[in-house]
Every structure is written in structure tokens, then in C-alpha cells.
């Protein structure tokens, strides 16, 4: 298991758990090259260029380039400059110049709204660390069998019942969620 540098636990590193759990995406990258972007207005005029480094490149499906942000962060930027940041019809956020600039690049571009990433699954995942942690103790085969086969005959089992009437801990189960051998939902 690698670790990956994060400027944000609210933006990249949901994305970054997302794209782990995404069978569609074969690799990604936490910032990779800056480039210059070209900031103009609604006439083409250059107001400023600067580099630019965006928080991901994403390989599967397509080629892309993502920039996370907080919803604040976005609408404060849109109230300043409008044409550059700006909300389409559909909802998406947009930043003009990075998408000029990565489609002339031949990449999509993306901005994505914290506020668009599902905290569950985060808030889930961080608990769950602990136990992918080479320290953690494994869980016996048997014990490992014995919880999945109740799974499997049951197909539904409520945690507090499957732990209160057996023989094993909580950790081993979360061990178990953490090592993709059983599943919740």
C-alpha cells in the first residue's frame, strides 16, 4: 500500500478514494505539471497568465484534469470574475481559462465541488485505515469463514446481531469490511 501527498482532506482525498475504489480508472496523478493558463475577458483580452497546477490528472475513462474546491471558494471566485468561474445550467462548475488550456492539450478539464463528493464514504474509509495497517492484527481463516458463510446464508445481518451472537470482535469484522471480504451496505 503506497501513500500519496494531499494538499486537502476535504477535496483530494475523497477523490483519491474514489478513484482507488473506481474500476473504470487505471491510474491517477495528485498534481501533476503546472501549466500556464491565459486569463482573458469576454472579448479575448489577456487580463493575466499564470501557472497553474491543477489537484489531478485521470486516466480511465478518458483522459482528465480535476480541480476540487469548496463550494465558497467557487461562488467567491464566480462573484469576482464570472466569465472565468461560473456554474453552467446543469449545476457543474467551469473555469474557463484550465479548460482552454487542457483542451488544447487534448484533455477534458473538471472542476468539482467538495460539496458534490459523498462524505460517507470517506468518513468510512478513514475509520476502516486503522485496520489496513500492517500492525493491525489479521483475522484468523476460520474465524474469516465462519463470518462470511453467516453472510452468505443470511445475506443481510444486522452488525449488532451478527456481533452479539458469536464469538468474535468487532475488529475482526471491520478488518474484514477494510480487506474487501465482506461487505456492508
Not at 19 to 31: E, G, I, L, N, S
Request: glycine residues 4%; charged residues 25%; contains cysteine.
Amino acid at each position: 500500500m503506497g501513500s500519496l501527498l494531499l494538499e486537502s482532506r476535504r477535496g483530494e482525498f475523497p477523490a483519491a478514494v474514489l478513484a482507488d475504489r473506481d474500476p473504470t480508472v487505471h491510474a491517477y496523478f495528485m498534481q501533476p505539471p503546472a501549466v500556464e493558463v491565459f486569463v482573458k475577458n469576454e472579448d479575448g483580452r489577456l487580463l493575466t497568465r499564470h501557472l497553474y497546477t491543477p489537484d489531478m490528472l485521470q486516466i480511465g475513462p478518458g483522459l482528465a484534469v480535476k480541480e476540487y474546491r469548496d463550494e465558497g471558494f467557487l461562488v467567491s471566485r464566480s462573484a469576482k470574475n464570472g466569465y472565468q468561474f461560473y456554474r453552467d445550467d446543469t449545476g457543474r462548475w467551469h473555469y474557463r481559462a484550465a479548460e482552454e488550456c487542457f483542451a488544447e492539450l487534448g484533455l477534458a478539464f473538471e472542476v468539482v465541488s467538495n460539496s458534490s463528493l459523498p462524505a460517507t464514504i470517506v468518513t468510512n474509509t478513514r475509520f476502516l485505515e486503522d485496520y489496513l495497517l500492517v500492525t493491525a492484527p489479521p483475522v484468523p481463516d476460520e474465524v474469516a469463514k465462519y463470518i462470511r458463510q453467516i453472510i452468505v446464508d443470511r445475506r443481510a445481518v444486522p452488525f449488532r446481531e451478527l456481533l452479539d451472537s458469536n464469538n468474535f470482535t468487532a475488529d475482526q469484522i471491520f478488518r474484514l469490511i477494510a480487506d474487501e471480504r465482506v461487505y456492508v451496505t
